[in-house]
């Protein structure tokens, strides 16, 4: 596709539960961000890769969060035992690593996944 | 990161000429200016990037003053579909590029 998709667009779950959510960036794009974004407020960095890097990690708010990439393909982000506190939207963003274009560092961002915790 | 202040919220008619200024005043050498826009329901998109002075694309107009201290994000006469939440962040776009988003101003625009 021409942008970047997530799945689910929607996930209700129930506290407790495991859930994961994924991420299909445009192709050629080696760097993939996870944000949340909870309700009313800016967008909070969870997690970065880059090619074959260690990724940086320095967002995920606790153990609990997980995300995995293949290569410079899909990414998969895990919520386990999910709180109520885990409800916002989820979003994934790609981009080129690198280049001296005036859009550097021009971030694509998915739809997002809603993400509500009963 | 440098911390952005601006307006949580601006009001605004069609065809009128919107500025939405952004404060960071501890902006460092190395960082560069970018405006994002989020409509509801969406992810946010690239509107414009600038180090200094002015740059202008087919949406909008960013000035930057010479100190960089501020920015203004200039959107020429406004639709009903310019209703949005506009974001300043300010950050080396080197290393890992992450975004440092505020609450940003939510734009409406009035019939």
């Known amino acids: 596709g021409a942008g970047v998709s997530q799945s689910p667009s929607n996930k209700v779950t129930e506290k407790g539960k495991d859930v994961e959510l994924r991420c299909d960036p445009i192709s050629g794009h080696t760097a993939l961000y996870w944000y949340r974004q909870r309700l009313g407020q800016g967008l909070e960095f969870l997690i970065y890769?880059?090619?074959?890097?260690?990724?940086?990690k320095s967002g995920l708010p606790s153990d609990r969060f997980s995300a995995e990439r293949t290569g410079e393909s899909v990414s998969t982000l895990t919520i386990q035992r999910t709180q109520q506190e885990d409800s916002a939207v989820y979003l994934c963003?790609?981009?080129?690593f690198g280049g001296g274009s005036v859009s550097y560092n021009e971030q694509f961002f998915g739809p997002g996944t809603r993400l509500t915790v009963l | 990161l440098a911390k952005t202040t601006q307006p949580i919220s601006m009001d605004s008619y069609e065809g009128q000429e919107v500025n939405i200024t952004c404060s960071h005043n501890n902006i460092a050498t190395n960082d560069y200016i970018t405006w994002y826009q989020q409509f509801p329901s969406q992810g946010p998109r690239f509107i414009i990037q600038g180090y200094k002075t002015k740059v202008t694309n087919e949406v909008a107009s960013l000035f930057i003053p010479a100190d960089r201290k501020s920015s203004t994000l200039s959107l020429p006469r406004v639709s009903l579909s310019d209703t949005a939440v506009y974001y300043c962040?300010?950050?080396?776009?080197?290393?890992?590029?992450?975004?440092?988003f505020g609450q940003g101003t939510t734009l409406q625009v009035k019939p």
């Open positions: 963003a790609s981009r080129v």
């Open positions: 962040l300010v950050g080396d776009i080197g290393g890992t590029g992450k975004l440092i």
């Open positions: 890769f880059q090619g074959n890097s260690a990724p940086d």
